[in-house]
T-cell receptor, first 113, second 114 residues
Framework: AQKVTQAQTEISVVEKEDVTLDCVYE???????LFWYKQPPSGELVFLIR??????QNEISGRYSWNFQKSTSSFNFTITASQVVDSAVYFCAPRGTASKLTFGTGTRLQVTL | DAGVTQSPTHLIKTRGQQVTLRCSPK?????VSWYQQALGQGPQFIFQ???????QRGNFPDRFSGHQFPNYSSELNVNALLLGDSALYLC?????????????FGPGTRLTVL
């Protein structure tokens, strides 16, 4: 079984600030996968990134970057130079050998002008 | 390339009624998963269908049932609706039900039970 903790319930930043969303996961699976999804006010979950447990390379995609630290069971997400369009709820979701995604309560990000 | 589609968008029912929600997966995907998202919470896994069979199930009562058709589309049925069933129901599709494949979500159906 998987468990995820996103300790930050809500974060408010001013546009162009950098912001990091924290994710700590628990799993008993030796092979697992980690996902980040974004849920804008429209409600649809938008896939952002997938990470395999055996690949600890950090990744950068445009203004987004992810820091995977297996030793601390963390998979943090940073938005550089935030924009108003980044306002959404962000979910980190681990997935083990079973097919289901396990979601926490998410982090609501509010970016203002 | 069409993404995951769901219908209807919104639905209002009364307690005790039955409801059917529909999902068409992304082109090339044969596995459909259903999630329930209560207000202010993260999505909770209901079940997954692959090859027209329920492959995995979350902690939901038997009032929640589903079906997958030969064209991979799926239905979620909820009987004897309770007020607590009010939620956003999300459908996700992926190829071949493997754990490392990404699940892509539809826009959801918002169910209100009065």
């Amino acid at each position: 079984a998987q468990k995820v903790t996103q300790a930050q319930t809500e974060i408010s930043v001013v546009e162009k600030e950098d912001v990091t969303l924290d994710c700590v996961y628990e799993t008993r699976d030796t092979t697992y996968y980690l996902f980040w999804y974004k849920q804008p006010p429209s409600g649809e979950l938008v896939f952002l990134i997938r990470r395999n447990s055996f690949d600890e390379q950090n990744e950068i995609s445009g203004r987004y970057s992810w820091n995977f630290q297996k030793s601390t069971s963390s998979f943090n997400f940073t938005i550089t130079a935030s924009q108003v369009v980044d306002s959404a709820v962000y979910f980190c979701a681990p997935r083990g050998t079973a097919s289901k995604l396990t979601f926490g309560t998410g982090t609501r990000l509010q970016v203002t002008l | 390339d069409a993404g995951v589609t769901q219908s209807p968008t919104h639905l209002i029912k009364t307690r005790g009624q039955q409801v059917t929600l529909r999902c068409s997966p992304k082109s090339g995907h044969d596995t459909v998963s259903w999630y329930q998202q209560a207000l202010g919470q993260g999505p909770q896994f209901i079940f997954q269908y692959y090859e027209e069979e329920e492959r995995q199930r979350g902690n939901f009562p038997d009032r929640f049932s589903g079906h997958q058709f030969p064209n991979y589309s799926s239905e979620l049925n909820v009987n004897a609706l309770l007020l607590g069933d009010s939620a956003l129901y999300l459908c996700a599709s992926s190829p071949s039900g493997r754990a490392h494949y990404t699940q892509y979500f539809g826009p959801g159906t918002r169910l209100t039970v009065l």
